[in-house]
């Protein structure tokens, strides 16, 4: 190769380096200063173009896997449509079994259970219980233990650890066969590493870890020798034991194995990805993600993991596609508290592109100016254009001076509730601090009038505790609270009713059961259930305060809440002192 080839070749390769982010703008430079040494330029030559062939290929990749999970995400309702058809299917079947016939009914329960446990949360629960009745009308005490099993499977999926560890308490092991012994393993590994993750606390996580390992080796003894939960399980130790490579070595086998589900593969792959670092990782959960859209599983976190990665990478459009299709799942499987995660990261993708588009249209106004403040310097002829501009200029101003009025209202908005929020948590934090002092006292005293054996003492300390006249107690400082932030509560919400149908506090009251319904609401609270359980009242009773109230009121039912959540609050520093005095 002649002097001049290698000029155009270096020429050609600094070109094509230019748009890669990862290498820096003065390389182009470097290489061009260079070309005059033959020698070395040959060497660097040869470097340059390795590299970029290994760049050129990883992002083409990572591009290609990312197309792949876009068309998958547009054609997920036709998944989504073979899976209803396989439960629609299973459904059909049921409805002929006769209706003492246990053992089918068993059966179909049972694939109606594993096509709905990674679907629909509410379904699969409702079939374990299917499984469980069936089972026990059966008298097959082994198949009471598998539904039971399946049934805290779906739990330890939940995040319900109460449920799960009161399943692993009441399996008697002894009496279950090795097949089912083995998922039962599998559950109280999973139990207890959920809540090691949970709970991070190190004296506890340290023996949650522990019991975790403990039952994955029950659980490898059990499982086949090379089967898939052999290669997962002991993958899974490793990473657990701090050998990610070795753990790597197993994850990497079942990825390479063509007869795992989609479902398996997905697994594997999130699994794998958690253990490596680099462009393989978004890779591996690019892979998750498809093989999770291709087998229905709503049940997941490739997708949100992935979004959220590309968010803090700044392509804001790939992460709200794949933002929403997370919520999108785990809205449709009916996992709410990972739904309120992932709208959160999507309000604040939603502030991002607002301030990216926001300096680009300063970029663009300050541009203006610059090409105006040049045309002033020059002839009578540009000034006259520059004035022309000018007074664009300024209309964008105007649009630019409403739309940052329209966000300062948001922002104001948003400010109240979080400083609703701030006190309310500033506040329950001193309540609780105050109960756990209670509580130890309490403890000190229990433990001390027990070795002296002192019962009647230990038994006139426990009915000193007065549980109503706690709760009376919080409703009337929650009341007192809310009322300092809404002091103008009682009125707006008396101004949406007639007259006759008003509802003020009596004298000894601050709030009545009423008006503590719809306090609660506008704090957010408008999950009946919830309420249920603050208020000490069944759903019902509050579903039939609500409408009864709504139905009198002066506005449409819908209106009526609106108008509520309208209720100003006050400057919270003038809160402030209040609730830490009302709390000592």
């Known amino acids: ?177 090795d097949s089912v012994k083995f998922r039962y393993y599998e559950m109280k590994s999973r139990a207890y590493m959920n809540l090691a993750r949970y709970n991070s606390n190190k004296f506890y996580s340290y023996d949650n870890s522990k019991e975790s390992i403990k039952a994955l080796d029950s659980a490898l003894l059990l499982a086949k020798p090379g089967s898939y939960e052999k290669y997962k399980f002991l993958a899974e130790s490793l990473t657990i034991a701090g050998q990610p490579g070795k753990a790597s070595i197993y994850y990497q086998k079942l990825l390479n194995n063509k007869n795992l589900t989609d479902h398996q593969k997905a697994m594997i792959a999130i699994d794998l990805s958690n253990l490596i670092e680099g462009p393989k990782k978004n890779e591996l959960i690019m892979l998750a993600a498809i093989y999770d859209i291709r087998s229905s599983t709503k049940e997941t976190l490739a997708v949100f993991t992935l979004g959220k990665m590309l968010f803090e990478q700044g392509n804001l459009a790939d992460a709200e596609l794949l933002l929403k299709e997370a919520l999108s799942q785990a809205q449709f499987y009916g996992n709410r508290l990972h739904a309120i995660e992932i709208v959160a990261i999507l309000t604040t993708l939603s502030g991002q592109k607002i301030i990216k588009a926001e300096s680009k249209k300063n970029q663009v106004l300050t541009f203006l100016i610059v090409i105006l403040v040049m045309a002033i310097v020059g002839t009578a002829i540009i000034s006259l254009i520059v004035y022309n501009r000018l007074q664009k200029v300024k209309v964008r101003e105007t649009i630019v001076r409403e739309k940052n009025q329209y966000l300062d209202k948001i922002n104001k908005n948003l400010l109240e509730d979080a400083h609703i929020k701030e006190e309310y948590i500033g506040y329950f934090f001193n309540i609780i601090s105050g109960y756990i002092l209670k509580l130890e006292k309490i403890k000190r005293n229990t433990e001390r009038k027990i070795k002296t054996k002192n019962y009647e003492e230990l038994l006139h300390l426990v009915n000193e505790i007065d549980i109503k006249q706690e709760r009376h107690n919080l409703f009337y400082t929650f009341d007192n609270i809310f009322l300092k932030l809404f002091p103008n509560f009682i009125t707006s919400f008396n101004a949406l009713l007639k007259p006759e149908d008003q509802m003020w506090p009596k004298a000894n009251e601050v709030l009545n059961t009423n008006l503590r319904i719809f306090a609660l609401m506008r704090l957010g609270i408008k999950d009946n259930q919830t309420i249920a359980n603050i208020l000490e009242n069944t759903v019902s009773t509050i579903y039939t305060y609500k409408n009864r109230i709504k139905s009198k009121a002066l506005v449409h039912g819908d209106d009526f809440e609106r108008k509520i959540m309208e209720i100003k609050f006050v400057d919270v520093e003038e809160v402030s002192e209040l609730i830490t005095n009302i709390s000592y």
């Open 1 to 177: 190769m002649g002097r001049k080839s290698y000029k155009i070749a270096i020429l050609w390769t600094s070109k094509m380096l230019i748009p890669c982010k990862t290498f820096p703008g003065l390389l182009k430079k470097y290489i061009l200063a260079l070309f005059k040494n033959d020698r070395i330029m040959k060497v660097l030559l040869s470097v340059l173009l390795m590299l970029l062939s290994i760049i050129v290929k990883g992002e083409k990749s990572t591009d290609s896997l990312l197309n792949v999970l876009k068309s998958e995400i547009s054609q997920k309702n036709l998944y989504d449509k073979q899976k209803d058809q396989r439960i629609k299917l299973l459904k059909q079947t049921l409805a002929e079994v006769p209706k003492k016939n246990y053992g089918v009914k068993y059966t179909l329960y049972d694939k109606l259970y594993e096509e709905y446990r990674d679907y629909v949360f509410d379904s699969a629960y409702v079939y374990t219980q299917k499984l469980l009745l069936t089972s026990k009308l059966m008298h097959d005490l082994p198949k009471q233990h598998e539904s039971q099993i399946k049934l805290g499977l779906i739990q330890v999926t939940w995040g319900m650890f109460k449920e799960s560890f009161d399943c692993i308490r009441q399996t008697d092991v002894k009496l279950i066969h």
